[in-house]
């Protein structure tokens, strides 16, 4: 089994099967005012490519580590600040979770490359080589090579996260914490900075994209 960390929107419950996700409906990205429609409308194609390649639009975007869930600078702020969701704890067993690439999403959802590590402070002189070599990676392909990217044999630390059925009770996942009936949080220690401190020695095994571990092509 494997814990997990969901945002979900207030008024459903992972408990009661007879509902279902509403992803476009409640999505930052669709909704957010500052955000263009050019930035929507491709936003709202990368979910159903996705929503294609899986089967259905029945998924919950997961977490697979705490610290990032409930990161001050960017989960809380996003989600339960903005969004006024609630956060859902579960137990998965491994063969029920897919397991997916934060960068290639990010590039199929916004077009842009987003570096998810900041290993300047650690690896400076590595720096410059890691973004270029990262960029280079991902701005030449294209939509299906994006998407054909994305799913992961296994998990990458920092890099991808994951993706699970809903209804979860038909999946065999437990739910550990249920924010409606338990609170809207339970953290005692919310994160003020991006958790995730790579050792350099992590840095080769990790960078560029095209050495990555968690896929089959590699």
């Known amino acids: 089994m494997m814990r997990l960390w969901t945002w979900q929107n207030p008024d459903f419950s992972l408990a009661n099967k007879q509902q279902k996700v509403q992803s476009l409906e409640y999505s930052y990205y669709l909704n957010a005012p500052t955000i263009s429609k050019k930035a929507k409308e ?57 397991r997916y690439c934060n960068a290639a999403w990010e590039c199929l959802r916004s077009g842009k490359p987003n570096h998810p590590f900041d290993v300047k402070e650690f690896a400076p002189d590595k720096w410059d080589k890691i973004v270029k070599d990262f960029k280079e990676y991902w701005k030449g392909k294209n939509e299906q090579q994006l998407l054909g990217a994305m799913f992961l044999d296994k998990f990458v630390n920092g890099c991808s996260e994951a993706i699970v059925f809903h209804p979860v009770e038909e999946c065999s996942i437990r739910i550990e914490k249920n924010p409606i009936t338990e609170g809207r949080w339970w953290c005692d ?26 896929r089959a092509e590699n």
């Open 189 to 214: 220690n919310v994160q003020k900075r991006f958790p995730y401190k790579l050792r350099s020695s992590e840095v080769k095994e990790i960078m560029p994209c095209a050495q990555c571990p968690g």
């Open 42 to 98: 491709r936003h709202k194609v990368a979910y159903q490519k996705v929503w294609e390649r899986l089967g259905t639009d029945q998924i919950l975007w997961c977490f697979t580590q705490y610290e990032v869930a409930v990161n001050k600078l960017s989960s809380i702020k996003e989600f339960e600040e903005i969004r006024g969701c609630l956060l859902w704890e579960l137990d998965a067993p491994e063969d029920k979770i897919i």
